[in-house]
């Protein structure tokens, strides 16, 4: 039983470059989330869904996108990086109010 | 989902109890009070949580006050490995209410 799986750790993408943040979960949870972390700003809520082929935007969605075609994966999606995407992201599956966070990845955009 | 405060930091001596305090004025009654703690740059990892009734673990005790408005997790005897940020937030026990964690509380141990 893994938990909640990111990859990868660590990223370093140039400015306008496109990307993918994969997050998989064992857990059988309906609900998953993107959160990003910057210094000083706590975890803030990117995006999330509540089962295969529901997503919604969270507190800062703009410049990201997100699709659940399974239960188990919730991928991250950047079209086209900025400086200001860099951050620490946290995906987290949910049963009640039990969060399983993922290890995390550091991305840089330069 | 209802909104949480918590001060930003506290310190705390190694080997004294930590009491970390959160106010929740907004809590409805159905939502329980849900505490976490992220440890330097690892994902937050669940403490304890409790609706009414204090609360207690291997890790923590949680004391929410009869009114229901303010809890507060207290470590019993804090050790280095404690610092972190503790996160504490509201919600329904079911569903599937989108949350926000905030910036929590930033609890140094003290050697």
């Known amino acids: 039983n893994a938990g909640v799986t990111q990859t990868p750790k660590f990223q370093v993408l140039k400015t306008g470059q496109s990307m993918t943040l994969q997050c998989a979960q064992d857990?059988?949870?309906?609900?998953m989330s993107w959160y990003r972390q910057d210094p000083g700003m706590g975890l803030r809520l990117i995006h999330y869904?509540?089962?295969?082929?529901?997503?919604d935007q969270g507190e800062v969605p703009n410049g990201y996108n997100v699709s659940r075609s399974t239960t188990e994966d919730f991928p991250l999606r950047l079209l086209s990086a900025a400086p200001s995407q860099t951050s620490v992201y946290f995906c987290?599956?949910?049963?009640?109010?039990?969060?399983?966070f993922g290890s995390g990845t550091r991305l840089t955009v330069v | 989902d209802a909104k949480t405060t918590q001060p930003p930091s506290m310190d705390c001596a190694e080997g004294r109890a930590a009491n970390l305090p959160c106010n929740h004025s907004?809590?409805?009654?159905?939502?329980?009070v849900y505490w976490y703690r992220q440890i330097h740059s690892q994902g937050p990892q669940y403490i304890i949580h409790?609706?009414?009734n204090n609360e207690t673990n291997e890790m923590a005790s949680l004391i929410i006050t009869e009114d229901r408005k303010s809890s507060t997790l207290i470590l019993p005897h804090a050790t280095l490995r404690d610092t972190a940020v503790y996160y504490c937030?509201?919600?329904?026990?079911?569903?599937?209410?989108?949350?926000?964690f905030g910036t929590g509380t930033k609890l140094q141990v003290i050697p």
């Open positions: 987290a599956s949910r049963a009640d109010g039990f969060y399983t």
């Open positions: 857990m059988n949870h309906e609900y």
């Open positions: 869904s509540v089962g295969a082929g529901i997503t």
């Open positions: 907004t809590i409805s009654g159905n939502e329980y």
């Open positions: 409790g609706l009414k």
């Open positions: 937030i509201v919600r329904v026990g079911g569903g599937y209410q989108k949350v926000t």
